[in-house]
């Protein structure tokens, strides 16, 4: 379930990074990237790729989340050793360190955190690693509504236990979730009627578009916004 599409297009950390209209603060014991209005009674957590949270367009879009009032964060839940590109140690034995069952863990003080300020509903989005993570919090109720963008690790026995509403998003060229998996995905969600459940597929796309398209291909940048509409058109239906 890890190999190079993971790690293929890396976040150009030199464009950018470290920057929005956000801040870094610790919660929940973790440094987040934080952006909106901080007396919101809706909050929308962003789980990372293997690329971890100062992904300049992962934190791009949590400002544009942000912009439609949610308060987003954005958790180092790889705790300063995101994947490195081109790194010589293998991905399989990066990922022993940095499974996404401790990420599932770990989101859980940020959600504490989060309704010690008042948040009542909260949603989650997880991208490749991430969204494993997410799902975890979809089986067991602990957000309101969850998104998963071109998602690694996921099985279809994950959507059989899901039990909050779930907006599947993934592409057309992914060797982790091909079309043929996202598809599974949606016959099992759809055998759950009681859940609302939302699957696309964008064409032409390749695994990790939605954070880590390239600027100069048309098509994966306007495929990547409608993503990310699609994402908060699904937060605002949900948490409001």
């Keep these: 379930m890890s190999g ?62 942000a912009e439609a009032g949610l308060y987003v964060v954005v ?30 863990e770990d989101v859980k003080p940020v959600i504490e955190a989060l309704k010690s300020k008042g948040v009542t509903k909260m949603g989650a989005a997880g991208f490749c690693w991430g969204a494993k993570v997410v799902v975890e919090l979809a089986k ?26 779930i907006s599947i998003l993934g592409a057309e060229i992914d060797r982790y979730s091909p079309p043929e998996l996202v598809e599974q995905f ?5 055998a759950k009627p009681e859940i609302d459940a939302f699957v696309k597929i964008f064409p ?15 098509l994966a940048v306007k495929s990547a916004e409608e993503s990310h509409q699609d994402m908060l058109a699904w937060f605002e239906k949900h948490l409001n």
């Design 140 to 165: 067991y109720a602990y957000i309101q509504a969850a998104v998963l963008l071109h998602p690694s690790f996921v099985a279809v026995d994950d959507m059989h236990a899901v039990k909050v509403p």
């Design 4 to 65: 190079p599409e993971c790690c293929e297009n890396p976040p150009n950390y030199l464009s950018g990074g470290g920057g929005g209209a956000g801040h870094v603060q610790q919660l929940g014991g973790f440094n987040c990237y934080l952006s909106g209005p901080v007396d919101s009674t809706q909050a929308v957590i962003l789980v990372s790729d293997v690329f971890g949270y100062e992904a300049p367009k992962l934190r791009k879009l949590a400002d544009k989340v």
């Design 75 to 104: 958790p180092d839940f790889l705790r300063g050793d995101p994947r490195i590109p081109n790194d010589e140690k293998p991905l399989e034995v990066w990922i022993i360190d940095h499974g996404p069952d401790q990420g599932f």
């Design 204 to 218: 032409g796309v390749t695994h990790g578009w939605a954070v880590r398209y390239n600027d100069e291909d048309e």
């Design 186 to 190: 949606e016959t099992a969600l759809n």
